[in-house]
Protein backbone atom coordinates (compact mmCIF):
# COMPACT_ATOMS: atom_id res chain seq x y z
CA UNK A 1 0.00 0.00 0.00
CA UNK A 2 2.96 2.31 0.42
CA UNK A 3 4.18 1.24 -2.78
CA UNK A 4 1.09 2.88 -4.27
CA UNK A 5 0.65 6.06 -2.26
CA UNK A 6 4.37 6.66 -2.75
CA UNK A 7 3.09 6.21 -6.89
CA UNK A 8 0.73 9.16 -6.58
CA UNK A 9 1.33 10.97 -3.76
CA UNK A 10 3.35 13.54 -5.76
CA UNK A 11 0.54 14.10 -8.57
CA UNK A 12 -1.80 16.47 -6.62
CA UNK A 13 0.98 18.81 -5.49
CA UNK A 14 3.03 19.23 -8.52
CA UNK A 15 2.32 23.11 -9.12
CA UNK A 16 3.10 23.77 -5.72
CA UNK A 17 6.74 22.06 -5.76
CA UNK A 18 7.40 23.57 -8.86
CA UNK A 19 6.46 26.78 -7.50
CA UNK A 20 8.33 25.96 -4.53
CA UNK A 21 11.26 25.23 -6.93
CA UNK A 22 10.87 28.30 -8.68
CA UNK A 23 10.55 30.33 -5.57
CA UNK A 24 13.68 29.37 -3.50
CA UNK A 25 15.84 29.56 -7.11
CA UNK A 26 14.64 33.35 -7.36
CA UNK A 27 15.46 33.74 -3.80
CA UNK A 28 19.18 32.47 -4.48
CA UNK A 29 19.49 33.58 -7.90
CA UNK A 30 17.16 36.60 -8.58
CA UNK A 31 15.30 35.12 -11.27
CA UNK A 32 13.05 32.46 -12.27
CA UNK A 33 13.54 29.03 -13.66
CA UNK A 34 12.71 28.60 -17.23
CA UNK A 35 10.41 26.11 -18.37
CA UNK A 36 13.31 23.45 -19.23
CA UNK A 37 15.39 23.09 -15.92
CA UNK A 38 12.37 23.41 -14.00
CA UNK A 39 10.49 20.14 -16.09
CA UNK A 40 14.14 18.79 -15.52
CA UNK A 41 14.24 19.09 -11.26
CA UNK A 42 10.39 18.13 -11.43
CA UNK A 43 10.79 14.58 -13.24
CA UNK A 44 14.09 14.27 -11.02
CA UNK A 45 11.81 14.91 -8.00
CA UNK A 46 9.17 12.33 -9.66
CA UNK A 47 11.30 9.70 -10.78
CA UNK A 48 13.89 9.43 -8.37
CA UNK A 49 11.71 7.28 -6.13
CA UNK A 50 12.21 4.46 -8.98
CA UNK A 51 15.86 5.22 -9.34
CA UNK A 52 16.46 4.18 -5.45
CA UNK A 53 14.60 1.16 -5.65
CA UNK A 54 16.62 0.33 -8.83
CA UNK A 55 19.58 0.54 -7.11
CA UNK A 56 17.99 -0.61 -3.87
CA UNK A 57 17.71 -3.76 -5.53
CA UNK A 58 20.61 -5.45 -5.95
CA UNK A 59 21.53 -5.92 -2.21
CA UNK A 60 17.91 -6.19 -1.38
CA UNK A 61 17.50 -8.68 -4.01
CA UNK A 62 20.59 -11.10 -2.58
CA UNK A 63 19.17 -10.56 0.86
CA UNK A 64 15.61 -10.75 0.02
CA UNK A 65 14.13 -8.18 1.64
CA UNK A 66 12.15 -6.22 -1.09
CA UNK A 67 8.80 -5.18 -2.26
CA UNK A 68 9.15 -6.46 -5.59
CA UNK A 69 10.98 -9.62 -4.22
CA UNK A 70 9.58 -10.70 -0.99
CA UNK A 71 6.10 -9.87 -0.89
CA UNK A 72 5.16 -11.91 -3.81
CA UNK A 73 7.99 -14.57 -3.21
CA UNK A 74 6.37 -14.61 0.83
CA UNK A 75 2.73 -15.05 -0.79
CA UNK A 76 3.69 -17.53 -2.74
CA UNK A 77 5.64 -19.94 -0.49
CA UNK A 78 2.94 -19.87 2.27
CA UNK A 79 -0.21 -19.70 0.25
CA UNK A 80 -1.99 -22.97 -0.39
CA UNK A 81 -1.60 -24.30 -4.58
CA UNK A 82 -5.63 -23.30 -4.89
CA UNK A 83 -5.20 -19.73 -3.43
CA UNK A 84 -1.63 -18.93 -4.62
CA UNK A 85 -3.01 -16.78 -7.91
CA UNK A 86 -5.29 -14.95 -5.36
CA UNK A 87 -2.57 -14.23 -3.13
CA UNK A 88 -0.19 -13.59 -5.63
CA UNK A 89 -2.21 -10.98 -6.93
CA UNK A 90 -3.46 -9.41 -3.45
CA UNK A 91 -0.04 -6.67 -3.03
CA UNK A 92 -1.20 -5.27 -6.51
CA UNK A 93 -4.84 -4.29 -4.74
CA UNK A 94 -3.13 -3.03 -1.82
CA UNK A 95 -0.92 -0.67 -4.27
CA UNK A 96 -4.63 0.45 -6.08
CA UNK A 97 -5.48 1.24 -2.63
CA UNK A 98 -2.65 2.88 -1.78
CA UNK A 99 -2.95 5.15 -5.13
CA UNK A 100 -6.35 5.95 -4.33
CA UNK A 101 -5.56 7.33 -0.83
CA UNK A 102 -2.83 9.17 -2.28
CA UNK A 103 -5.55 11.07 -4.44
CA UNK A 104 -8.27 11.51 -1.90
CA UNK A 105 -5.54 13.02 0.67
CA UNK A 106 -4.81 15.40 -2.42
CA UNK A 107 -8.30 16.89 -3.06
CA UNK A 108 -8.54 20.48 -2.42
CA UNK A 109 -10.73 19.98 0.68
CA UNK A 110 -8.30 17.55 2.35
CA UNK A 111 -4.09 18.00 1.85
CA UNK A 112 -4.39 19.58 -1.37
CA UNK A 113 -3.98 23.06 -0.75
CA UNK A 114 -0.32 24.72 -0.91
CA UNK A 115 -0.36 24.90 2.60
CA UNK A 116 -0.26 21.22 2.83
CA UNK A 117 1.71 19.85 0.53
CA UNK A 118 4.89 18.99 2.93
CA UNK A 119 2.67 17.37 5.41
CA UNK A 120 0.84 15.56 2.31
CA UNK A 121 4.31 13.92 1.16
CA UNK A 122 5.11 12.85 5.19
CA UNK A 123 1.81 11.52 5.45
CA UNK A 124 3.59 8.19 4.47
CA UNK A 125 5.94 8.14 7.47
CA UNK A 126 3.28 6.78 9.84
CA UNK A 127 2.23 3.70 8.15
CA UNK A 128 5.38 2.86 7.39
CA UNK A 129 6.49 3.07 11.35
CA UNK A 130 3.65 1.15 11.91
CA UNK A 131 4.28 -1.28 9.81
CA UNK A 132 8.22 -1.58 10.94
CA UNK A 133 6.92 -2.55 14.04
CA UNK A 134 4.38 -4.94 13.24
CA UNK A 135 6.56 -6.91 10.86
CA UNK A 136 8.59 -8.28 13.93
CA UNK A 137 5.57 -10.83 14.48
CA UNK A 138 5.19 -11.93 11.11
CA UNK A 139 6.33 -15.65 11.11
CA UNK A 140 9.00 -16.86 8.22
CA UNK A 141 7.72 -18.53 5.34
CA UNK A 142 8.17 -22.60 6.35
CA UNK A 143 9.47 -23.28 2.78
CA UNK A 144 12.57 -21.12 3.76
CA UNK A 145 12.66 -22.54 7.48
CA UNK A 146 12.81 -26.27 5.86
CA UNK A 147 14.70 -25.67 2.91
CA UNK A 148 17.46 -23.12 3.76
CA UNK A 149 17.35 -23.36 7.37
CA UNK A 150 16.35 -26.53 7.97
CA UNK A 151 13.95 -26.28 10.87
CA UNK A 152 11.71 -28.63 10.87
CA UNK A 153 9.71 -27.75 14.14
CA UNK A 154 9.62 -24.08 12.93
CA UNK A 155 8.06 -24.95 9.36
CA UNK A 156 5.26 -26.97 10.93
CA UNK A 157 4.69 -24.03 13.19
CA UNK A 158 4.17 -21.51 10.52
CA UNK A 159 2.41 -24.14 8.48
CA UNK A 160 -0.38 -24.57 10.96
CA UNK A 161 -0.51 -20.87 11.63
CA UNK A 162 -1.12 -20.38 8.13
CA UNK A 163 -3.49 -23.35 7.04
CA UNK A 164 -5.35 -23.26 10.69
CA UNK A 165 -5.30 -26.60 10.95
CA UNK A 166 -2.33 -29.19 13.13
CA UNK A 167 -2.14 -31.81 10.53
CA UNK A 168 0.25 -30.36 8.17
CA UNK A 169 2.45 -33.50 7.58
CA UNK A 170 1.35 -34.08 4.00
CA UNK A 171 2.82 -30.03 2.98
CA UNK A 172 5.57 -31.43 4.85
CA UNK A 173 6.80 -34.58 3.03
CA UNK A 174 5.80 -31.58 -0.20
CA UNK A 175 8.74 -29.60 0.67
CA UNK A 176 11.11 -31.99 1.83
CA UNK A 177 10.95 -33.54 -1.39
CA UNK A 178 11.29 -30.05 -3.08
CA UNK A 179 14.67 -29.54 -0.35
CA UNK A 180 15.48 -33.26 -1.71
CA UNK A 181 15.58 -32.30 -5.18
CA UNK A 182 17.61 -28.80 -4.45
CA UNK A 183 20.18 -30.83 -2.74
CA UNK A 184 22.65 -31.26 -5.21
CA UNK A 185 22.00 -27.51 -6.61
CA UNK A 186 23.34 -24.35 -4.84
CA UNK A 187 22.03 -20.77 -5.09
CA UNK A 188 22.87 -19.24 -8.82
CA UNK A 189 24.22 -15.84 -9.18
CA UNK A 190 22.67 -13.62 -11.43
CA UNK A 191 25.37 -14.32 -14.38
CA UNK A 192 24.57 -18.07 -13.90
CA UNK A 193 21.21 -17.25 -14.10
CA UNK A 194 21.34 -15.61 -17.58
CA UNK A 195 24.05 -18.25 -18.59
CA UNK A 196 21.72 -21.16 -17.93
CA UNK A 197 20.24 -22.65 -21.01
CA UNK A 198 17.51 -24.34 -19.05
CA UNK A 199 15.84 -21.54 -17.69
CA UNK A 200 16.39 -19.53 -20.63
CA UNK A 201 12.54 -18.98 -21.87
CA UNK A 202 11.50 -18.13 -17.99
CA UNK A 203 14.09 -15.20 -18.12
CA UNK A 204 12.93 -14.07 -21.74
CA UNK A 205 9.99 -13.85 -19.66
CA UNK A 206 10.42 -12.23 -16.90
CA UNK A 207 12.71 -9.63 -18.80
CA UNK A 208 10.02 -8.99 -21.40
CA UNK A 209 6.97 -8.97 -18.96
CA UNK A 210 8.72 -6.55 -16.36
CA UNK A 211 9.84 -4.40 -19.00
CA UNK A 212 6.51 -3.95 -20.37
CA UNK A 213 4.88 -3.33 -17.36
CA UNK A 214 6.42 -0.13 -17.08
CA UNK A 215 7.05 0.96 -20.31
CA UNK A 216 3.69 0.67 -21.02
CA UNK A 217 3.19 4.05 -19.42
CA UNK A 218 0.88 3.45 -16.54
CA UNK A 219 2.99 4.78 -13.75
CA UNK A 220 3.44 8.03 -15.69
CA UNK A 221 -0.35 8.30 -15.60
CA UNK A 222 0.18 8.05 -12.16
CA UNK A 223 2.73 10.47 -11.38
CA UNK A 224 1.24 13.12 -13.96
CA UNK A 225 -2.03 12.37 -13.81
CA UNK A 226 -3.62 15.66 -13.07
CA UNK A 227 -1.54 16.95 -16.18
CA UNK A 228 -2.51 14.58 -18.67
CA UNK A 229 -6.27 15.26 -17.87
CA UNK A 230 -5.16 19.51 -17.61
CA UNK A 231 -4.37 18.37 -21.60
CA UNK A 232 -7.28 16.33 -22.29
CA UNK A 233 -9.37 19.55 -21.84
CA UNK A 234 -10.77 18.75 -18.25
CA UNK A 235 -11.91 21.51 -16.40
CA UNK A 236 -9.13 22.44 -13.50
CA UNK A 237 -11.96 22.23 -10.53
CA UNK A 238 -12.38 18.69 -12.10
CA UNK A 239 -9.54 16.98 -12.55
CA UNK A 240 -9.07 16.03 -9.06
CA UNK A 241 -12.32 14.51 -8.61
CA UNK A 242 -11.69 12.75 -12.09
CA UNK A 243 -8.75 11.11 -10.74
CA UNK A 244 -9.90 10.05 -7.65
CA UNK A 245 -12.58 8.16 -9.88
CA UNK A 246 -10.20 6.69 -11.89
CA UNK A 247 -8.45 5.58 -8.46
CA UNK A 248 -11.62 3.68 -7.11
CA UNK A 249 -11.92 1.73 -10.60
CA UNK A 250 -8.68 0.59 -10.19
CA UNK A 251 -9.57 -0.90 -6.92
CA UNK A 252 -12.27 -2.57 -9.03
CA UNK A 253 -10.48 -4.12 -11.81
CA UNK A 254 -7.69 -5.28 -9.25
CA UNK A 255 -10.06 -7.11 -7.29
CA UNK A 256 -11.56 -8.68 -10.84
CA UNK A 257 -8.45 -10.10 -11.56
CA UNK A 258 -8.10 -11.31 -8.16
CA UNK A 259 -11.07 -13.38 -8.40
CA UNK A 260 -10.98 -14.71 -11.85
CA UNK A 261 -7.15 -15.43 -12.14
CA UNK A 262 -7.37 -19.33 -11.03
CA UNK A 263 -9.91 -19.89 -13.30
CA UNK A 264 -8.48 -17.84 -16.59
CA UNK A 265 -4.80 -18.45 -15.50
CA UNK A 266 -1.67 -15.93 -16.09
CA UNK A 267 -1.09 -15.87 -19.56
CA UNK A 268 -4.90 -14.73 -20.24
CA UNK A 269 -4.61 -12.08 -17.83
CA UNK A 270 -1.54 -10.69 -18.82
CA UNK A 271 -2.60 -11.25 -23.08
CA UNK A 272 -6.00 -9.59 -22.22
CA UNK A 273 -4.74 -6.82 -20.26
CA UNK A 274 -1.83 -5.40 -22.14
CA UNK A 275 -3.95 -5.76 -25.11
CA UNK A 276 -6.80 -3.84 -23.42
CA UNK A 277 -4.15 -1.35 -23.04
CA UNK A 278 -2.86 -0.52 -26.35
CA UNK A 279 -6.28 -0.33 -27.98
CA UNK A 280 -6.54 2.60 -25.27
CA UNK A 281 -3.34 3.99 -26.05
CA UNK A 282 -4.00 4.17 -29.85
CA UNK A 283 -7.71 5.50 -28.89
CA UNK A 284 -6.01 8.21 -26.78
CA UNK A 285 -4.05 9.02 -29.98
CA UNK A 286 -6.98 9.22 -32.33
CA UNK A 287 -9.40 11.10 -29.78
CA UNK A 288 -5.78 13.52 -29.28
CA UNK A 289 -6.11 14.10 -33.47
CA UNK A 290 -10.04 14.86 -33.07
CA UNK A 291 -10.06 17.34 -30.00
CA UNK A 292 -9.39 20.41 -31.64
CA UNK A 293 -12.45 19.62 -33.84
CA UNK A 294 -15.07 17.70 -31.54
CA UNK A 295 -16.40 19.22 -28.79
CA UNK A 296 -16.85 16.62 -26.51
CA UNK A 297 -13.72 14.32 -27.68
CA UNK A 298 -11.79 15.26 -24.27
CA UNK A 299 -14.55 13.34 -22.28
CA UNK A 300 -13.43 10.19 -24.76
CA UNK A 301 -9.94 10.58 -23.88
CA UNK A 302 -10.64 10.33 -20.16
CA UNK A 303 -12.24 6.84 -20.65
CA UNK A 304 -9.11 5.68 -22.27
CA UNK A 305 -7.01 6.41 -19.50
CA UNK A 306 -9.37 4.75 -17.34
CA UNK A 307 -9.60 2.10 -19.88
CA UNK A 308 -5.22 1.80 -19.72
CA UNK A 309 -5.58 1.89 -15.77
CA UNK A 310 -8.33 -0.70 -15.60
CA UNK A 311 -6.63 -3.49 -18.42
CA UNK A 312 -3.13 -3.28 -16.11
CA UNK A 313 -4.83 -3.59 -12.76
CA UNK A 314 -6.72 -6.42 -14.24
CA UNK A 315 -3.59 -8.32 -14.96
CA UNK A 316 -0.10 -7.02 -15.61
CA UNK A 317 -0.10 -4.86 -12.37
CA UNK A 318 0.62 -7.99 -10.21
CA UNK A 319 0.96 -11.55 -12.58
CA UNK A 320 4.76 -10.55 -13.37
CA UNK A 321 5.63 -11.06 -9.63
CA UNK A 322 3.50 -13.69 -8.88
CA UNK A 323 5.02 -15.55 -12.00
CA UNK A 324 8.45 -14.88 -11.50
CA UNK A 325 7.68 -17.15 -7.52
CA UNK A 326 6.12 -19.75 -9.98
CA UNK A 327 8.76 -20.29 -12.58
CA UNK A 328 11.61 -20.61 -10.96
CA UNK A 329 12.93 -23.09 -8.35
CA UNK A 330 14.05 -22.00 -4.80
CA UNK A 331 17.95 -21.68 -5.58
CA UNK A 332 17.07 -18.91 -8.86
CA UNK A 333 14.45 -17.15 -7.87
CA UNK A 334 16.73 -14.34 -6.04
CA UNK A 335 18.57 -13.87 -9.37
CA UNK A 336 15.54 -14.27 -10.60
CA UNK A 337 13.86 -10.89 -8.78
CA UNK A 338 17.11 -9.15 -9.31
CA UNK A 339 17.02 -9.26 -12.78
CA UNK A 340 12.57 -8.67 -13.31
CA UNK A 341 13.09 -5.98 -9.81
CA UNK A 342 16.26 -4.13 -11.94
CA UNK A 343 14.75 -3.88 -15.21
CA UNK A 344 11.04 -3.00 -13.98
CA UNK A 345 12.76 0.12 -11.44
CA UNK A 346 14.94 1.29 -14.62
CA UNK A 347 11.75 1.48 -16.87
CA UNK A 348 10.03 2.93 -14.09
CA UNK A 349 12.55 5.67 -13.88
CA UNK A 350 13.00 6.22 -17.36
CA UNK A 351 8.85 6.72 -18.09
CA UNK A 352 8.64 8.92 -15.26
CA UNK A 353 11.66 10.94 -16.49
CA UNK A 354 10.96 11.13 -19.76
CA UNK A 355 6.88 12.00 -20.03
CA UNK A 356 7.34 15.61 -18.95
CA UNK A 357 9.47 16.49 -22.26
CA UNK A 358 7.26 14.39 -24.54
CA UNK A 359 4.89 16.66 -23.20
CA UNK A 360 7.10 19.93 -23.71
CA UNK A 361 7.24 19.13 -27.55
CA UNK A 362 4.20 18.32 -28.19
CA UNK A 363 4.41 14.69 -28.64
CA UNK A 364 1.56 13.35 -26.63
CA UNK A 365 0.29 11.33 -29.49
CA UNK A 366 3.41 9.84 -30.43
CA UNK A 367 4.02 8.60 -26.74
CA UNK A 368 0.63 7.31 -26.53
CA UNK A 369 1.22 4.98 -29.98
CA UNK A 370 4.68 4.13 -28.87
CA UNK A 371 3.02 2.63 -25.97
CA UNK A 372 0.72 0.96 -28.16
CA UNK A 373 3.28 -0.93 -29.47
CA UNK A 374 5.03 -1.93 -26.74
CA UNK A 375 1.95 -3.20 -25.10
CA UNK A 376 0.99 -5.71 -28.14
CA UNK A 377 4.89 -6.60 -28.32
CA UNK A 378 4.79 -7.20 -24.64
CA UNK A 379 1.48 -9.16 -24.59
CA UNK A 380 2.22 -11.23 -27.58
CA UNK A 381 5.46 -12.98 -26.09
CA UNK A 382 5.72 -16.77 -25.73
CA UNK A 383 4.72 -17.54 -21.67
CA UNK A 384 5.71 -20.86 -20.79
Known amino acids: MLYG????????????????YNATWY??????????????????????????????????????????????????????????????????IFICLGIFSAQVLGLPELL???????????????????????????????????????????AAEALSLFLGQHNVQDTIAEIEEEKRSLASVKAVSVWQLLSDHSVRLQVLSVVVINMGMQLSGIDAIWFYTNAIFANAGIP???????TVGTGAIEV?????????????????????????????????????????SVSWMHYISVAFVIGIIAGFCMGPAGVP?????????????????IVGGSLNWLSNFTV?????????????????????????????????
Open 27 to 92: QRYGQGLAQGPLTLMYSLTVSIFALGGFVGSFPVGILVTQYGSVVPMYLGEIAPKNLRGFLGLVPS
Open 112 to 154: GEDAYWPLFLSVVVVPAFLQLLLLNWFPESPRYLLIEKNNVHG
Open 321 to 337: FLMTAELFKQSHRPSAY
Open 5 to 20: FNLAVVNSPAVHIKAF
Open 236 to 242: DPDIPYT
Open 252 to 292: VAGLIGCFTIEKVGRRSLLVVGFCFMGICCAGITLSLVLQS
Open 352 to 384: GFVFPFLQMIKLNGYGALENSSLEFSGSGSNLP
